[in-house]
T-cell receptor
């Protein structure tokens, strides 16, 4: 499975946008980019996923580089409830269906 | 449907005892996954079911671990002869999948196992 690289931690201020980066230089053409987040004492929560085009949903936006070797999860206005560990994961279509989690980025949101 | 349900939420057991956890996935989801998570680490994949068939098992799943999904509905994960190293959060997730289509997972809140 292709590997992703994320910063260990980031800080943001409440009501400001947050850009969480992810590098995946060994991504293959059939790898989907998934983002999950995990709040303390809870299971991971699906945020967004995409293949080639940028994606938007009610939680966040996913910006995918043209060469697909990196992506950015964008939280448009951070709230205190967005403080969590954010995982960027590649999932290969058509092969195993499992998600392989790394250690993610711990996002702290300051009031 | 209220999401993925896992029971119990917490389990404390003595070393050497057997434990069983249950996962009730979202009813229309045909795929079910078990993960294990220790403090400070991301979840580690254990096993995957599509309907009632167990299609993949991690090398982490030693012969003391067994998982079932009878009739493709709920699933159980049993650990025999528990060891202190089995202490972790056990997470269940489900998703709907058709062919090579890609869909998000829904995770339960997990069962926290403490082996004393």
């Amino acid at each position: 499975d292709a590997k992703t690289t994320q910063p260990n931690s980031m800080e943001s201020n409440e009501e400001e946008p947050v850009h969480l980066p992810c590098n995946h230089s060994t991504i293959s053409g059939t790898d989907y980019i998934h983002w999950y987040r995990q709040l303390p004492s809870q299971g991971p929560e699906y945020v967004i996923h995409g293949l080639t085009s940028n994606v938007n949903n009610r939680m966040a936006s996913l910006a995918i580089a043209e060469d697909r070797k990196s992506s950015t999860l964008i939280l448009h206005r951070a709230t205190l409830r967005d403080a969590a560990v954010y995982y960027c994961i590649l999932r290969r279509s058509g092969a195993t269906n499992k998600l392989i989690f790394g250690t993610g980025t711990l996002l702290a949101v300051q009031p | 449907d209220t999401g993925v349900s896992q029971n119990p939420r917490h389990k404390i057991t003595k070393r050497g005892q057997n434990v069983t956890f249950r996962c009730d996935p979202i009813s229309e989801h045909n795929r079910l996954y078990w993960y294990r998570q220790t403090l400070g680490q991301g979840p580690e994949f254990l096993t995957y079911f599509q309907n009632e068939a167990q299609l993949e098992k991690s090398r982490l799943l030693s012969d003391r671990f067994s998982a079932e999904r009878p009739k493709g509905s709920f699933s159980t994960l049993e650990i025999q002869r528990t060891e202190q190293g089995d202490s972790a959060m056990y997470l269940c997730a489900s998703s709907f999948g058709m062919g090579s289509g890609d869909y998000g997972y829904t995770f339960g809140s997990g069962t926290r196992l403490t082996v004393v």
